[in-house]
C-alpha cells in the first residue's frame, strides 16, 4: 500500500443474497485529503462507508485503511478512525464533560490526555460556561460541532463523517466546515457524505456513487469541466438521474 | 366497522411478521410447561434416608424394608452409631436419618423413652417438614397393623392430603404457570405494541385522521387476546396429557374465568403503554413490575399465608394471586362459580378500573 | 386563505425559551408555503399545532375556518399529514400501507387516484416490497401518497426531503407542483434554503420567529446591500486573506466561490478588491457582482 493513501479499495464488493450494494469500486484517499463520497440514497453509499469502518465484512475485493485490512484487522482499523453521524452523536442526557470522558475512555486515552483534550476542547468552542449543562440543551448546531471536536479527541487519522450538517442552519454549517478545514491541514484525512452539493466543493476530491459503482471521481473541478457543468449540483443531477436503482 | 376490521387485520400482520416475537409468544408457555412441569420439582421421591437400628428385631427390620419399598424413599445405609447420622448429612448422603432405639417394636414393655426419633436436614424446610410427616405416617401405619388394640390413650394424627394425596407438584405449577405466562405476554405485548406506534411516529398521523383514537387501542388487543386464548389452550393440553392434571371440574367455566384473566391482563397492558414513551421502558416495568410479584405473591412458589402481614396485603393487589386461586379450585378442586365469585369479582373491578384509567389518561393529542 | 396562523406561541418547559414565540402566517388554495430555517426553529412545533395535535399557549390556528383546539376532529379528516422521518408501517409492503391509509380515511385506493397517479407510478413496481426496506427517496414518495390519499385540502409536510438525495428531492418538489392545480393549500418545511425559490411564497423561520414573508423573488429583492462572488486557486487561503481587508464586511464560502459584502457601497472599493489579493500572493482571480440567493438573505438577516 502506498504510504501516501490513507485508503485504498480494488474492486470492493458487498452483497446481500443476490442483491449486489457495493459493486466493484477502488479508489484511493490521500492523507489530509478532504473526500466526498456522494451518492443518492440506496447507491451504496453507507454500506461502502461500513465497509470502511470496519464494521462490515466484505464479500470479496480488497480495502486496507490507515494500513489494516479489513478483513483481518478490523479492530485496528476502529481504534485510528473516528466517526460521526447526524443520527448519533452524543448521548442527550450526559452532560458535555461527562460525554467527553465517556468517548475519551472508549478511543483509549488515559485520564491526563482525556482532561487536556477536553478542556482545550471546550475553549476552543467557547463553551466553558456550558460545560456542566446536558447536551439535550444545546441547540443542534452545537451538538453538531461538539460532537465533531470529540470524535477528533483521539487525534485518528481518519474521520469518517456520515450527513454531519444535516439540518443544521447555514452559518453554522460554514463554521463546521471551517473545523473541517482545519483539521485536514493538521494532518488528519476526512470522508465525508453530505446532499449538499456546495459542501461537495469544499472537498478536495468527491467520488459519486450510483447502482452501487462509482460513477465519476476526481476534484470537483475536473468533475465539472468533464461534464459541462455549471456547478456539483449539475453533476450530481447528470450522473444520479441515470440510475437505475431508485428503489 | 370496515375501519376497525382493517386495523386488526393490520395488527394481525405485525404480530406475524415478527418471527422472533412470535417464537417468544409461542414458545415460552411451552418451555415454561415442560420446565416446571418435568425439571423443577419440589417433590421428595427417593428422598435419601439413613437408618440407625439399635433394636435389630424384626419389628425393625419390616419397617425398614416398608420405608425402603416406598417411592418416596431410598434407605442408604443401615448403621448402629447415631455419630453416623452427622456424618451423612455432612457428606449429603442423606437427607433425613430414623433412629430406632433398642426398645423399638417390643409390644409388652412400656418404653421410657422414644422408641423412635426422625431427624431431618431442614435446610430445605419445605422438604423436611413433608418427609417428616411422611415417615410418621408410614411408622404409625406400620405400628397399628400389628397390634389390634392401639394403645391407650392415644391421640392419633390422620394426616391426608387432600385432593393432591400424592403431592404432585405439577397441580401447584400449572396454574402458577398458566397466570405467569398469560400475564407477561398480554401486558408486555400490548404494551410495547402501542408504545411501538408512538415511537415509529404512525401514531401521530392516526390521530390526525378521522379514526377515532379509541379504536386503536381495541384493535391492538385482539390479536393479543387470540393468541393468548390459543396459548391457554395449549397449556391446558400439554398440562392434561403430558403432566396428568385433573380438570375437574367445569371446562366451560375455566376458559371464562381465563378469558377474564386475560382481559385484566391486557388492560394492565393498555395502562402501561399509556404512561410510557419508549418500547423498552414499556418492556421493562412489564418485566419487573409484572413477573416478580407474579412469581413472588401470587402463592404458587411461595405459600402467602407464611408471608408478613404488609406482603399478604400486597399480594392481594396482584391479579395474579386471584387467579391462581380460581385455576386450582375449578381444576384441582372441582369447585364451581359460587365458590369462587369473590375471586371473580375481584377481577372484574380489577379490569375495569385499568380499562378506565386508560380511558381517562388516553390523550387524543401529543401533549 | 385555507390556513391561518395568529400569533402563535408555545413553549415546552417552564424557563426555557419558546419554541414558537407569536408566528403568524396563512396559506391559500393551491399555494405552496415554504417554512424555511434549521432545525430546532420551531417548524416543527408550528405544524403539530395546525395538526390538532398540541395546543397552543396562545394565539389561533385555523384550517378551512375551524378552530385547531374546539373543532379538531373537523379538522383532522381534511388534513393530508406527513411528520419528519416518514412514518410507515416497516413491516408492511406499499400497497399494504397505502390501503390502510385509505380505509383509515374512509376511502379506497381507486377513488383518488388520478392525485397520486404520478406519484405511485414510480412506487408501483414495488408494491410488494415492504416499506422499511425501501430507499429514503421512495420511502417518502409513499408518505406522500398515504398523505394524499383522501384528497385533503390542506397537505402539511414536516421537513419531508431532509436526508432525502438532490435528485429525489427535485422529483419531490416537480410532485407538489402538480397538485397546486387540485386547489389543495401546501404547507412545507425545509432546512434546504434552495428548495426556498420553488414555494410561492416563503417565511425565514429561526428561534421561534419568523424573520420575512414574502415571495421568493421579493425576498432576495429585499437584500439590502451589494453581493459578490470571488473564487481563486487558493480558496480556503482566500476567504482567510479576504476576511483580513478592512473594507469587507462579511465573506461566507458558498461551495465554489466565496460571497462577500462591502461596508461601504463604493464601486471603488469594491474594484481594489483583487488587487489587494494578488498582492497577497492570490491568483487565477475571478470577482463579480451576483444577485443574491435565499440562502444569503437568510444569513444576512440573521447577523443583521
Redesign the interface.
Known sequence: MNTENIIETRDLVKRFGDFTAVDHITFQVRRGEIFGFLGANGAGKSTAMRMLCGLSRPTSGAAVVGGYDVYSEAEKIKSIIGYMSQKFSLYEDLTIAENIEFYGGIYGLKRGEIKKAGSELIHRLGLEKEAGKQVSFLPLGWKQKLAFSVAIMHRPAIIFLDEPTGGVDPITRRQFWEMIYDVAESGTSVFVTTHYMDEAEYCNRVSIMVDGKIAALGSPEELKSDMHARDMDEVFYILARGAKRME | M??IR??IL?EF??VF??RKTLLLLFGMPVVQIILFGFAITNEIKNSRIIVIDQARNIWSHRLIDKIDANIYFDVTGIKNDPREVVRAFRANTAVAALILSPEFGSPDKLPDRAPYQILTDASDPNAASLITDYLSAIIVSERTSEINTPPPLQIGTDVRMLYNPSLKGAYNFVPGVMALVLLLICVMMTSISIVREKE???M????????KPVYVIIAKVIPYFVVSVINLVVILLLSVFMLDMPVKGNLLLLLAESALFITTALSLGLLISNITSSQQVAMLISLMGMMLPTILFSGFMFPIENMPWPLQLISNLVPSKWFYIIVRSIMIKGLGLLSIWKETLILLVMTLFFIGLSLKKFS???? | MKVIVDNLVKSYAKGSPRAVDGVSFSVGAGEIFGLIGPDGAGKTSIFRMLATLLIPDSGRATVMGYDSVNDYRKIRSLLGYMPGRFSLYQDLTVEENLRFFATVFNTSIEENYELIRDIYILLEPFKHRRAGKLSGGMKQKLALCCALIHKPEVLLLDEPTTGVDPVSRNEFWEMLDKLKSYGIATLVSTPYMDEAVLCDRIGLIQHGRLLGINTPAAVMASFPRALYAIRSRNMTGLLRDLKTIPVVRTALAFGSSIHFTLRSEGEEDAASIPGVLSRQGHEEIRMEKIDPSIEDCFIEILAG
Open positions: 370496515h375501519q382493517a386495523f393490520k400482520k405485525h411478521r415478527d415509529l411516529g404512525t401521530e398521523v392516526l390521530l390526525v385522521s378521522p379514526f387524543v393529542r401529543l401533549q
